[in-house]
């Protein structure tokens, strides 16, 4: 497996269009702007995935989160990396395409830079065998218990970005700002 680190994401500006090309590393020390995917995951029972993080990742360890997903690589589509990082997360092959919903740019507030970030959406009927290398934890739970984690539990900035952006986009509201 690849160093993380030495990935090649597509960088790209404020309107998320590619100007250049570099490591994965150099995206998160240098602050540039690039792509990432979330995916909600929810079984039969319409409980969703919800994971901790392995304290080995580069960003974010040890936090727990309601998506799966990562960065989109170099060349890829959002739609590729949204199912492709699902699959690998969920430890799954034959996962059906996730549903887009939405695309926000997230700050991490000099963590990383930013991020456009694609959400999206996806049932797994499959049973799941997480990716050890990316979760050490994982559950599907009610929303009500999801919901009743958020002040509990220590979670990851960007994902908690998109989940409250998901819930403006249900009730209706623009998932903006």
Known sequence: MTDPAEEILDV?????EVIGRAP????????????CTFVLVRDAEDRIFVHRRTPTKLLF?????????????????YDEAAL???EEELGVSGLPAPE?????????????????SAVY???????????????AWHAFLPEEELA???????WVP????????????????????
């Open 100 to 116: 887009p919903l939405f695309r926000f740019l997230h700050d991490s507030g000099g963590v990383a830079g930013k991020w456009w």
């Open 84 to 86: 492709r990082e699902a």
């Open 24 to 35: 994965r590393a150099e995206v998160y020390a240098r602050g540039l702007i690039h792509r």
């Open 148 to 154: 009743a984690r958020l002040g509990e539990w220590a």
């Open 12 to 16: 790209v500006d404020e309107n998320d």
């Open 121 to 135: 959406q996806v049932r797994c009927l499959l049973p799941v065998e997480p990716q050890v290398e990316e979760v």
């Open 158 to 177: 960007d994902g908690l970005d998109a989940y409250r952006r998901l819930r403006e986009h249900r009730a209706g509201r623009s998932p903006g700002g």
């Open 61 to 77: 360890p040890s936090l727990y989160d309601m998506f799966v997903g990562g960065v989109v690589g170099a060349g890829e589509s």
